[in-house]
Protein backbone atom coordinates (compact mmCIF):
# COMPACT_ATOMS: atom_id res chain seq x y z
CA UNK A 1 0.00 0.00 0.00
CA UNK A 2 1.21 3.43 -1.02
CA UNK A 3 0.50 6.40 1.15
CA UNK A 4 0.51 9.95 -0.14
CA UNK A 5 0.18 12.75 2.97
CA UNK A 6 -0.09 16.92 2.41
CA UNK A 7 -0.41 16.63 6.41
CA UNK A 8 2.76 16.90 8.69
CA UNK A 9 2.41 15.10 12.15
CA UNK A 10 -0.02 11.95 10.69
CA UNK A 11 1.51 8.25 10.21
CA UNK A 12 1.06 5.22 9.30
CA UNK A 13 0.34 3.88 11.93
CA UNK A 14 -2.94 6.36 12.48
CA UNK A 15 -3.90 5.75 9.02
CA UNK A 16 -3.57 1.98 9.40
CA UNK A 17 -6.06 2.25 11.69
CA UNK A 18 -8.69 4.54 10.02
CA UNK A 19 -8.33 2.07 7.35
CA UNK A 20 -8.92 -0.84 8.92
CA UNK A 21 -12.04 0.54 11.24
CA UNK A 22 -13.40 1.50 7.47
CA UNK A 23 -13.31 -1.85 5.84
CA UNK A 24 -14.89 -3.44 9.28
CA UNK A 25 -17.58 -0.84 9.26
CA UNK A 26 -18.32 -1.31 5.25
CA UNK A 27 -18.35 -5.31 6.16
CA UNK A 28 -20.87 -4.60 8.45
CA UNK A 29 -23.22 -1.93 6.33
CA UNK A 30 -24.77 -3.13 3.42
CA UNK A 31 -26.40 0.08 2.61
CA UNK A 32 -22.57 1.45 2.91
CA UNK A 33 -21.26 -1.00 0.64
CA UNK A 34 -23.80 -0.44 -2.52
CA UNK A 35 -23.29 2.88 -1.96
CA UNK A 36 -19.42 2.90 -2.81
CA UNK A 37 -19.98 -0.16 -5.15
CA UNK A 38 -22.71 2.26 -7.59
CA UNK A 39 -20.71 4.82 -7.52
CA UNK A 40 -17.51 3.17 -8.67
CA UNK A 41 -19.49 1.38 -10.90
CA UNK A 42 -21.37 4.41 -12.50
CA UNK A 43 -19.09 5.42 -15.09
CA UNK A 44 -18.08 1.78 -16.41
CA UNK A 45 -21.57 1.20 -16.74
CA UNK A 46 -22.79 4.00 -18.05
CA UNK A 47 -20.39 3.72 -21.04
CA UNK A 48 -21.30 -0.29 -21.51
CA UNK A 49 -24.99 0.64 -21.89
CA UNK A 50 -24.25 3.39 -24.47
CA UNK A 51 -22.14 0.48 -26.24
CA UNK A 52 -24.77 -1.59 -26.28
CA UNK A 53 -27.25 0.77 -27.65
CA UNK A 54 -24.37 1.73 -30.06
CA UNK A 55 -23.83 -2.02 -31.01
CA UNK A 56 -28.44 -2.72 -31.45
CA UNK A 57 -28.38 -0.20 -33.96
CA UNK A 58 -25.40 -1.59 -35.93
CA UNK A 59 -26.63 -4.80 -36.19
CA UNK A 60 -30.07 -3.69 -37.35
CA UNK A 61 -27.96 -1.72 -40.31
CA UNK A 62 -26.74 -5.01 -40.83
CA UNK A 63 -29.67 -7.03 -41.10
CA UNK A 64 -31.08 -4.41 -43.56
CA UNK A 65 -27.64 -4.39 -45.72
CA UNK A 66 -28.16 -8.61 -45.79
CA UNK A 67 -32.01 -8.35 -46.86
CA UNK A 68 -31.19 -5.64 -49.04
CA UNK A 69 -27.96 -7.87 -50.42
CA UNK A 70 -30.71 -10.77 -51.03
CA UNK A 71 -32.85 -8.32 -53.27
CA UNK A 72 -29.81 -7.44 -55.02
CA UNK A 73 -28.98 -11.09 -55.87
CA UNK A 74 -32.21 -12.04 -56.69
CA UNK A 75 -32.61 -9.51 -59.15
CA UNK A 76 -28.98 -10.19 -60.87
CA UNK A 77 -30.63 -13.71 -61.74
CA UNK A 78 -33.74 -12.23 -63.05
CA UNK A 79 -32.22 -8.88 -64.83
CA UNK A 80 -31.19 -8.65 -68.40
CA UNK A 81 -28.47 -6.76 -70.19
CA UNK A 82 -24.83 -5.98 -69.70
CA UNK A 83 -25.32 -2.76 -68.09
CA UNK A 84 -27.90 -3.60 -65.90
CA UNK A 85 -26.16 -6.75 -64.44
CA UNK A 86 -23.05 -4.30 -64.20
CA UNK A 87 -24.63 -1.87 -62.49
CA UNK A 88 -26.43 -4.48 -59.92
CA UNK A 89 -22.46 -5.80 -59.47
CA UNK A 90 -21.36 -2.40 -58.66
CA UNK A 91 -24.06 -2.13 -55.94
CA UNK A 92 -23.13 -5.33 -54.61
CA UNK A 93 -19.90 -5.05 -54.24
CA UNK A 94 -20.28 -1.75 -52.25
CA UNK A 95 -23.07 -3.45 -50.01
CA UNK A 96 -20.11 -5.88 -49.46
CA UNK A 97 -17.60 -3.30 -48.50
CA UNK A 98 -20.41 -1.37 -46.47
CA UNK A 99 -21.26 -4.82 -44.53
CA UNK A 100 -17.39 -5.32 -43.68
CA UNK A 101 -16.83 -2.37 -42.42
CA UNK A 102 -19.69 -2.48 -40.25
CA UNK A 103 -18.60 -5.82 -39.07
CA UNK A 104 -15.46 -4.63 -38.00
CA UNK A 105 -17.22 -1.91 -36.46
CA UNK A 106 -19.63 -4.48 -34.61
CA UNK A 107 -16.28 -5.91 -33.63
CA UNK A 108 -14.78 -2.99 -31.74
CA UNK A 109 -17.90 -2.13 -30.13
CA UNK A 110 -18.28 -5.81 -28.09
CA UNK A 111 -14.53 -5.84 -27.14
CA UNK A 112 -15.30 -2.00 -25.31
CA UNK A 113 -18.64 -3.54 -23.80
CA UNK A 114 -16.51 -6.17 -22.42
CA UNK A 115 -13.53 -4.18 -21.52
CA UNK A 116 -16.20 -1.74 -19.83
CA UNK A 117 -18.15 -4.59 -17.80
CA UNK A 118 -14.95 -5.59 -16.87
CA UNK A 119 -14.59 -2.48 -14.66
CA UNK A 120 -18.23 -2.99 -12.82
CA UNK A 121 -17.55 -4.04 -9.92
CA UNK A 122 -18.95 -7.08 -7.57
CA UNK A 123 -20.86 -6.14 -4.40
CA UNK A 124 -21.20 -10.10 -3.33
CA UNK A 125 -16.90 -10.35 -3.53
CA UNK A 126 -16.34 -6.85 -1.87
CA UNK A 127 -18.69 -7.96 0.73
CA UNK A 128 -17.40 -11.84 1.68
CA UNK A 129 -13.81 -10.54 1.09
CA UNK A 130 -14.40 -7.25 3.58
CA UNK A 131 -15.94 -9.81 6.04
CA UNK A 132 -13.62 -12.44 5.79
CA UNK A 133 -11.15 -9.74 6.25
CA UNK A 134 -12.71 -8.92 9.78
CA UNK A 135 -13.36 -12.25 11.15
CA UNK A 136 -9.59 -13.27 10.15
CA UNK A 137 -8.03 -9.89 11.33
CA UNK A 138 -7.72 -10.24 15.39
CA UNK A 139 -6.32 -13.92 14.83
CA UNK A 140 -2.58 -12.65 12.87
CA UNK A 141 0.19 -11.12 13.99
CA UNK A 142 1.40 -7.88 13.87
CA UNK A 143 3.33 -8.33 10.48
CA UNK A 144 0.25 -10.59 9.08
CA UNK A 145 -2.24 -7.76 9.73
CA UNK A 146 -0.38 -5.09 7.75
CA UNK A 147 0.10 -7.73 5.17
CA UNK A 148 -3.72 -8.72 5.01
CA UNK A 149 -4.38 -4.88 4.59
CA UNK A 150 -1.92 -4.70 1.69
CA UNK A 151 -3.96 -7.10 -0.10
CA UNK A 152 -7.32 -5.03 -0.25
CA UNK A 153 -5.52 -1.90 -0.01
CA UNK A 154 -3.37 -0.30 -3.29
CA UNK A 155 -3.32 3.58 -2.07
CA UNK A 156 -3.91 6.01 0.59
CA UNK A 157 -4.46 9.61 0.00
CA UNK A 158 -5.10 12.58 2.38
CA UNK A 159 -4.87 16.26 3.19
CA UNK A 160 -6.33 18.05 6.26
CA UNK A 161 -9.59 17.62 4.77
CA UNK A 162 -10.05 14.14 3.42
CA UNK A 163 -9.05 10.75 2.83
CA UNK A 164 -9.38 8.59 0.12
CA UNK A 165 -8.95 4.98 0.40
CA UNK A 166 -8.43 3.61 -2.75
CA UNK A 167 -9.42 -0.37 -2.65
CA UNK A 168 -8.93 -3.60 -4.60
CA UNK A 169 -11.75 -5.90 -5.86
CA UNK A 170 -10.18 -9.14 -3.91
CA UNK A 171 -12.33 -12.65 -3.74
CA UNK A 172 -12.13 -14.20 -0.53
CA UNK A 173 -10.21 -17.10 -1.50
CA UNK A 174 -6.92 -14.64 -2.43
CA UNK A 175 -7.24 -13.37 1.13
CA UNK A 176 -6.80 -16.44 2.89
CA UNK A 177 -4.09 -16.92 5.09
CA UNK A 178 -1.41 -18.97 2.68
CA UNK A 179 -1.54 -15.78 0.75
CA UNK A 180 -0.57 -13.66 3.15
CA UNK A 181 2.94 -12.05 2.84
CA UNK A 182 5.05 -10.71 5.81
CA UNK A 183 6.03 -7.05 4.65
CA UNK A 184 5.53 -4.14 6.12
CA UNK A 185 2.74 -1.78 6.03
CA UNK A 186 4.60 1.36 4.72
CA UNK A 187 6.69 -0.46 2.69
CA UNK A 188 6.43 0.63 -1.29
CA UNK A 189 3.75 -1.48 -3.64
CA UNK A 190 5.91 -3.48 -5.44
CA UNK A 191 4.77 -6.84 -4.72
CA UNK A 192 2.01 -9.80 -5.43
CA UNK A 193 -0.75 -7.66 -7.43
CA UNK A 194 1.09 -4.90 -8.79
CA UNK A 195 -0.43 -1.61 -9.61
CA UNK A 196 -4.14 -1.99 -12.22
CA UNK A 197 -3.60 -5.84 -11.51
CA UNK A 198 -7.20 -5.66 -10.34
CA UNK A 199 -10.39 -3.76 -10.61
CA UNK A 200 -10.40 -1.08 -7.77
CA UNK A 201 -12.47 0.91 -5.76
CA UNK A 202 -12.56 4.63 -4.04
CA UNK A 203 -13.80 5.58 -0.43
CA UNK A 204 -13.95 8.63 0.24
CA UNK A 205 -14.27 10.00 3.48
CA UNK A 206 -14.39 14.11 4.85
CA UNK A 207 -11.72 14.42 7.90
CA UNK A 208 -10.57 16.45 10.85
CA UNK A 209 -6.73 16.50 11.94
CA UNK A 210 -6.87 16.53 15.70
CA UNK A 211 -3.34 17.54 16.60
CA UNK A 212 -1.54 15.87 19.67
CA UNK A 213 0.58 16.83 22.30
CA UNK A 214 3.46 14.56 22.39
CA UNK A 215 2.31 12.35 20.20
CA UNK A 216 0.90 12.05 16.40
CA UNK A 217 -2.12 13.59 15.27
CA UNK A 218 -5.20 11.95 15.19
CA UNK A 219 -8.38 11.40 11.88
CA UNK A 220 -11.44 12.27 13.10
CA UNK A 221 -13.80 10.75 10.70
CA UNK A 222 -16.61 13.01 9.79
CA UNK A 223 -20.28 12.17 9.21
CA UNK A 224 -21.21 12.42 5.79
Known amino acids: MRAYCRVKGINARVLEELVIKRIEEISRNEILLQRIVSTASGEASSKAKELEDKR ?3 KLRIKELEKKGSLLTDKLLKIKGQ ?22 DLKGIEVDIDRWKDYILN ?5 DSFRYFSRIF ?9 SLVRL ?3 EVTFSNEEVTINFFEVPEEELQLESIQKVGFDQPFKWLLGDGAMRNFKDI ?10 HPHRLKVLAP
Open 123 to 127: AEVIR
Open 83 to 104: AAERFILKEMENLERELKDLEE
Open 205 to 214: LKVEVVKGKG
Open 56 to 58: ILL
Open 138 to 146: PQLSPHEKR
Open 152 to 154: LVK
